[in-house]
């Protein structure tokens, strides 16, 4: 069984500030890892994604996340946050895509100006 | 234009009755998929389907059944709705290992 754990419920940063969210996974393979956003009212939208290769990963809007196998975490980054990436982040695992995806609880982002 | 879209948007069903919650994609995708979304457990997946006439039990199936008639229809029913049932369902297809997302449907039972 997988699993995903993302710590922080909440996070609150300044507008231009660097953002980083956690995530640790469980799982018996090396799995498929995404991270979603959820803006108010709407469905989820993919930032990015990762399976193999280099263990940084660039996703939209200057998203960019990091692999670690030894660590089992998958955190997103961001260098530099606008008013507008207020949002709920989720992080996700599966080991076989096609039957869907395990999600974290979320962790609902705040930039204030 | 959406490629997922979900009918209703808003349901408000009453305990014991039968509700259908309708998913459409243009996508052309194989694979289709229903989860709720509740504070507290995130998004968990209901049922899945890799394609027309396929329905499969996802992480939470009990109370729901799923209906995949056409590659661009599923839908997920409850065939007597309880109160515990009360969520946000969020159906997506997906291909190459992303899943795109509909807007989601507020289902409440009273």
């Known amino acids: 069984a997988q699993s995903v754990t993302q710590p922080d419920a909440r996070v609150t940063v300044s507008e231009g500030a660097s953002l980083q969210l956690r995530c640790k996974y469980s799982?018996?393979?090396?799995?498929?890892l995404f991270w979603y956003v959820q803006y108010p009212r709407q469905g989820l939208q993919l930032l990015l994604k990762?399976?193999?290769?280099?263990?940084v990963v660039q996703g939209v809007n200057g998203f960019e996340a990091e692999f670690s196998k030894s660590n089992s975490s998958f955190h997103l980054r961001k260098a530099s946050v606008h008013w507008s990436d207020s949002a709920v982040y989720f992080c996700?695992?599966?080991?076989?895509?096609?039957?869907?995806?395990?999600f974290g609880l979320g962790t609902r982002v705040s930039v204030f100006p | 234009e959406a490629a997922v879209t979900q009918s209703p948007r808003n349901k408000v069903a009453v305990t014991g009755g039968k509700v259908t919650l309708s998913c459409n994609q243009t996508?052309?995708?194989?694979?289709m998929y229903w989860y709720r979304q509740d504070t507290g457990h995130g998004l968990r997946l209901i049922h899945y389907?890799?394609?027309?006439?396929?329905?499969e039990k996802g992480d939470i199936p009990d109370g729901y059944k799923a209906s995949r008639p056409s590659q661009e229809n599923f839908s997920l029913i409850l065939e007597l709705a309880t109160p515990s049932q009360t969520s946000v369902y969020f159906c997506?297809?997906?291909?190459?290992?992303?899943?795109?997302f509909g807007p989601g449907t507020r289902l409440t039972v009273l």
């Open positions: 990762y399976y193999s290769g280099d263990p």
């Open positions: 997506a297809s997906g291909a190459n290992a992303e899943q795109f």
């Open positions: 799982s018996s393979v090396t799995p498929y």
């Open positions: 389907s890799y394609g027309a006439g396929s329905t």
């Open positions: 996700a695992v599966t080991d076989n895509y096609a039957q869907g995806l395990t």
């Open positions: 996508n052309n995708h194989n694979n």
